[in-house]
């Protein structure tokens, strides 16, 4: 099944000269959505990760899932204030603004130093993979992987990340 086809580009959105790859319709497709977990599924499942740590918010739909199907831990990475206990924060730069992430400190109790992999819907500049593997780092667990749906390899987003396996489905 070719993904691609599943992914509508959306030209000046969130504001002029940025096109917007929309995943919606792959979400929105059974099918689609089903392929593209077990895709994600067989790819990080040899990572053997305890935890899998998806990015607000659509790091949270395919990490989460993706959790259910290795049978591990998902962790959030949120926006700041979402969090209701201790938790480390680290700012961060995107193509058109800058914002904010953070994760709770305790996040890796239930196996310290556990290994983890980084989930999210796209790779763009890196910045949102970056600040969380910091995020990751300052919370006790082990960087092992990243996995994408998409990729916008123009933007070169890969080689700011640490040097472990990442994993994109589908590539611009």
């Known amino acids: ?4 086809q599943y ?16 995943i919606t319709p792959l979400l929105a497709d059974g099918v689609a959505w089903s392929t593209t977990i077990e895709r ?4 990080v499942a040899p990572l053997r990760p305890d ?26 990475v949120r926006k700041p204030g979402k969090l209701p206990r201790a938790a480390f924060s680290q700012d961060y730069a995107l193509e058109y603004r800058t914002d904010r992430l953070e994760v709770h ?3 890796f109790a239930a196996v310290p130093g556990g290994r983890v992999v980084v989930v999210d819907d796209v790779i763009a ?29 123009f933007l070169q ?3 700011v990340l640490p040097k472990v396996p990442v994993i994109s489905l589908v590539h611009y």
């Open 1 to 4: 099944m070719d993904l691609k």
């Open 7 to 22: 992914i509508k580009d959306v030209p000046d959105f969130p504001e002029p000269g940025i096109l917007f790859r929309d």
């Open 51 to 76: 935890y899998l740590v998806g990015m607000e918010s659509r790091g949270f739909i395919f990490a989460a899932a993706l959790a259910v199907q290795l049978g591990v831990g998902f962790v959030p």
């Open 125 to 153: 500049t890196g910045g949102t993979a970056k600040a969380t593997v910091d995020l990751i780092r300052q919370a006790g667990g082990t960087l092992v992987g990243f996995c994408f749906l998409v990729e916008l390899g």
């Open 105 to 107: 400190q305790d996040c």
């Open 157 to 159: 987003g890969r080689t």
């Open 40 to 43: 994600m599924r067989e790819a």
